[in-house]
């Protein structure tokens, strides 16, 4: 079905008025309005997929301002799923989430709360610009390009009763409100097109027909995925992206008293200088451990003792200082000292924070060989977790820092514990660590194969984002590498394709004169960052070793195509020399802009940030190691 939304409140719809069948499976429908006469011609593939060519011509006798939408109806159902990738995962934002985005719900929605039975999005939001559902029965996708001939597309959904609607917009519409990364929404934008009399047009996407199997969305993914040319092109080598990355750490963010890594360093540092600069440290995460030991192991392969002794220094810092409770402080600031991190209540630290510190300090440990201090934090970290793992396997998702007792199992940042646990367990013989793991591993499956994971950062509490997928990845890779369980490599395989979903498949068409544009920027192998924070970013840099492992097990070019372009797309837009996009040799934004949130599109953040060097380091480093 098609209508026309025009600019002055009318609705026409495109009523059928003749359709013709062809061969193998393709068709083609007529139709008209009083203003439009539209033809589809649809090509079939497989017979699953059906590559569509929409044919639009103006029959009005003077311009008309107006927006085409394509809608495809599915069957009754009582559970849509939802997926936008990147942007709208079923109801998006768990009731008891504390950060408000978009989300679905049919009870008494509030857009003032960004709430909706129905929205509509750009097309520049999605990694990918489609929208999924199923019924009862089945599923369907549609699918189209980020630009079309008359402007931007869109994509969105609605419920009608209990039957799923899938839409797509030639411009885009973004309604009932516009999300723009603040709770505050904003009124909903509707651009139209304006048609002259007798244009004629040419609109294509594609429709998709799926079985129940939910998780048949990645076919599709991948089909556009290897039908989309890649055109990224890094602007400095493996070697030289380390070289630049270990320096720029150094360089900007390494202050030796206290020993820490600061969280970000400001461009410009003439007028701005240290009052710019972020004056803190988590231990994991955006700064701290992981990228210190990034930096002790570049120092090491290139013999930089300078390196060595600021990744050591900060390394002693962080596991000298642990909670009466046992696990690592959350996070260090010059004006308190440490202190929990950015958790909202006192006291209450984050697993994945905790989970991913203890894991890269134990593997400093093993590189390096016994060091007291390390070795004695990590083991307090991985007592505690295994102290209070429940009987049914669960691992606490927040601890207090007093006494190390869980406060939270909500979500699954606790996955971050599973591959410090099996690690330990194989550096020190200890079985226990290992059975611990395993167990974590069972209780988070059902997450896994329900294809919604979440409340891994800190600063989106319970909203689901690729960081949490990043840890899945990670855990259940190391769990069919401790024990070669095939139900561990299946759990893997499916959290890769859903952390996929986040990947761009595409490159974004930004504006002429933005600073994205004016580089080249190409976004293909960007992640956003989750639907609560709509912007591109690197992190994911830190499990593309286990997605490379991961395709070297199963034989799956999708998955080491997937972890090569990440690397290839963040080696664009690190500073080269002093100037370079406005920045300091060796700095890397942590935001590119991509679509209409926080800032404008073509932006980009003026703060260097640890963790976008750190993760760039640690994948160079992996990447020249193997």
């Not at 994991?284 to 992981?290: N, T």
């Amino acid at each position: 079905m098609a209508k026309v939304l025009r600019a002055d409140g009318e609705v026409e719809t495109i009523a059928i008025t003749s359709t013709a069948h062809g061969q193998g499976g393709g068709w083609s429908i007529e139709g008209e309005s009083p203003s439009f006469l539209a033809v589809a011609r649809a090509t079939a593939e497989n017979g699953r997929r059906f590559a569509v060519r929409l044919d639009v011509t103006c029959r009005a006798g003077e311009p008309v301002d107006a927006t085409i939408r394509v809608e495809l109806v599915l069957g009754p159902t009582d559970d849509p799923g939802w997926l936008v990738p990147g942007v709208f995962y079923g109801e998006n934002r768990v009731a008891e989430c504390t950060v408000r985005y978009p989300r679905f719900t049919t009870d008494s929605p509030d857009p003032e709360l960004l709430e909706s039975a129905e929205w509509s999005l750009r097309a520049d939001r999605a990694a990918t610009p489609a929208v999924f559902a199923w019924d009862r029965n089945g599923g369907a996708a549609l699918v189209t390009t980020e630009r079309s001939a008359v402007g931007q597309a869109g994509m969105g959904f609605a419920l009608d009763g209990d039957r799923p609607v899938l839409r797509l917009h030639f411009p885009y519409r973004e309604e009932p409100v516009v999300y723009d990364g603040s709770p505050r929404p904003l009124p909903a934008d509707c651009p139209s097109y304006r048609w002259e009399p007798g244009q004629a047009e040419s609109l294509y996407f594609d429709i998709n027909l799926l079985g129940s199997d939910r998780h048949s969305y990645t076919n599709v993914l991948r089909g556009v995925h290897a039908r989309t040319p890649s055109e990224v092109t890094p602007w400095v080598s493996i070697e030289e992206a380390a070289d630049l990355a270990a320096w720029g750490l150094y360089r900007w963010h390494y202050k030796p008293d206290p020993p820490v890594l600061l969280e970000t360093a400001a461009f410009d540092r003439h007028a701005l200088g240290e009052r710019g600069d972020r004056q803190a440290m988590h231990v994991s995460w955006i700064s701290g451990i992981p990228y210190a030991y990034a930096l002790l192991r570049h120092g090491r392969r290139r013999g930089r003792t300078d390196y060595i002794e600021a990744a050591e220094a900060v390394l002693d810092h962080i596991a000298g200082n642990l909670t009466p409770g046992g696990t690592f402080w959350g996070q260090w600031t010059a004006e308190r000292g440490w202190s929990v991190g950015w958790t909202p209540e006192p006291g209450r630290l984050h697993a994945r924070t905790l989970g991913e510190a203890t894991l890269f300090l134990l593997r400093a440990v093993v590189d390096c060989g016994p060091r007291g201090s390390w070795e004695k934090a990590v083991r307090s970290n991985l007592d505690v977790v295994c102290r209070g793992q429940r009987e049914d396997g669960a691992l606490g998702a927040a601890y207090e820092s007093a006494t190390g007792n869980v406060l939270s199992w909500t979500g699954t940042a606790a996955l971050a514990w599973i591959p410090a646990l099996i690690e330990a367990a194989a550096a020190w013989n200890e079985p226990s660590y290992l059975r611990a793991a395993q167990r974590a591993g069972e209780y988070y499956l059902s997450a896994v194969e329900s294809e919604f994971l979440y409340g891994a950062p800190e600063d989106v509490d319970l909203a689901p984002s690729s960081e949490d997928g990043y840890l899945a990845i990670m855990a259940y890779v190391a769990l069919f590498e401790s024990d070669g369980d095939a139900r561990w490599l299946a759990a893997a395989r499916r959290a890769a394709d859903w952390t996929l979903t986040f990947r761009y498949t595409y490159d974004v068409d930004f504006p002429e004169h933005t600073l994205l544009a004016h580089y080249g920027f190409r976004t293909r192998g960007a992640d956003q960052a989750s639907p609560a924070n709509q912007h591109l970013h690197s992190y994911g840099l830190i499990c593309a070793p286990e997605l490379t492992r991961l395709g070297k097990h199963l034989d799956d070019q999708y998955y080491l195509e997937s972890a090569r372009e990440n690397l290839a797309c963040f080696r664009q837009f690190i500073a080269r020399y002093d100037g370079d996009f406005n920045a300091y040799r060796g700095m890397v934004s942590e935001r590119f802009y991509q679509t209409a949130c926080y800032q404008p599109k073509g932006m980009l953040l003026t703060l260097s940030h640890s963790w976008c060097i750190g993760v760039l380091l640690y994948a160079c480093e992996e990447a020249l190691e193997g």
